[in-house]
């Protein structure tokens, strides 16, 4: 199994950047396809992105589309979740989740073995 942790979250205005990181340990990591969701309280978990295990193809949310990169390194064994432009309704714990089978993209969480344990993202307006 691969385990995933998260990082990077935290407090910033309405149109500032943050960047997320996961790092993740264990099995060879450019064996996964990777995932970015995220979730607000009161809300179900919501896909916000995803990578090809090479990182060849990328797929996003049309809420982030434009504002939001994916990037896996498989040296560094990261996936990272640039985002800028930030909205106060991107306000939402953000996890990173890994998947070794199937299709390349996946957008829901129940096509996903493992998971981080989360970072806060919160964005004031």
């Known amino acids: 199994q691969v385990q995933l942790v998260e990082s990077g979250g935290g407090l910033v205005q309405t149109g500032g950047s943050l960047r997320l990181s996961c790092a993740a340990s264990g099995r060879t990591f450019s064996n996964y396809h990777m995932g970015w969701f995220r979730q607000a309280p009161g809300n179900e978990r919501e896909f916000v992105a995803a990578i090809t295990r090479s990182g060849g193809i990328t797929f996003y949310a049309d809420s982030v589309k434009e504002r939001f990169t994916i990037s896996k390194d498989n040296v560094q064994n990261t996936v990272d979740l640039q985002m800028n432009s930030l909205k106060p309704e991107d306000t939402a714990v953000y996890y990173c989740?890994?998947?070794?089978?199937?299709?390349?993209?996946?957008?829901?969480?129940?096509?996903?073995?493992?998971w981080g344990q989360g970072t806060q993202v919160t964005v004031s307006s």
């Open positions: 989740a890994a998947r070794r089978y199937g299709a390349s993209i996946r957008t829901t969480s129940t096509d996903y073995d493992y």
